[in-house]
């Protein structure tokens, strides 16, 4: 492989993609543990309850908000 051909703009971008699809995938699978493990307290039926809909609803918001903040004061710190 040309050694230059490592430092091309479009291998960057493609690095800098794959990344960034790593970290929502890493985020989706944390964010689904953590409510799930909160708001489904039985063994799940055909659908969930209203409460757990509620409740899986909030966590993902919630979970969604600080993401966004904690991104937001890392970025400030740059």
Same mark, same amino acid.
């Given at each position: 492989?040309?050694? +230059?051909?490592? *430092?091309?703009?479009?291998? !960057?971008? @493609?690095? *800098? !993609?794959?990344?960034?699809?790593? $970290?929502? =995938?890493?985020? &989706?699978?944390?964010?689904?543990? &953590?409510?799930w ?8 039926? =055909? /659908? @969930? +309850? +209203? ?6 609803? *909030?966590?993902? !918001?919630? @979970?969604?908000? $600080?993401? $966004?903040i904690?991104? /937001?004061?890392? %970025? +400030?710190? %740059?």
């Amino acid at each position: 492989m040309d050694p +230059s051909a490592l *430092n091309s703009p479009d291998l !960057q971008r @493609f690095l *800098n !993609q794959e990344k960034e699809k790593a $970290m929502v =995938n890493e985020m &989706v699978a944390k964010l689904t543990s &953590v409510c799930w493990d909160k708001c489904i307290t039985s063994t799940p039926g =055909n /659908k @969930f +309850s +209203s409460s757990e809909s509620a409740c899986l609803s *909030n966590c993902a !918001q919630r @979970f969604m908000d $600080m993401t $966004m903040i904690i991104m /937001k004061r890392v %970025q +400030s710190m %740059q």
